[in-house]
């Protein structure tokens, strides 16, 4: 929450819109993002990019992650 400025409830909506990549389960009671997927949406916000083109960087950090699983 504290890299995106956005609060609790709109992280999650925006994962839900797929603006945001999925959590990942760190613990059993806890989840947490890479920083540097969140590090990559907002310099992608920052550069203007269009939700339809933030999804796509979603969709494709994603795949990233499930790669190396």
Not at 11 to 38: C, D, F, N, Q
């Amino acid at each position: 929450m504290r890299k995106t400025g956005h609060a609790r409830s709109t992280v999650y909506l925006m994962v839900e819109r797929g603006l945001l990549p999925k959590a990942v389960k760190i613990s059993e009671r806890a989840s947490a993002w890479p920083e540097s997927e969140i590090d990559a949406i907002n310099a992608a916000r920052i550069a203007g990019k269009s939700e339809p083109e933030i999804r796509e960087l979603v969709t494709s950090l994603e795949r990233q992650r499930a790669a190396y699983a």
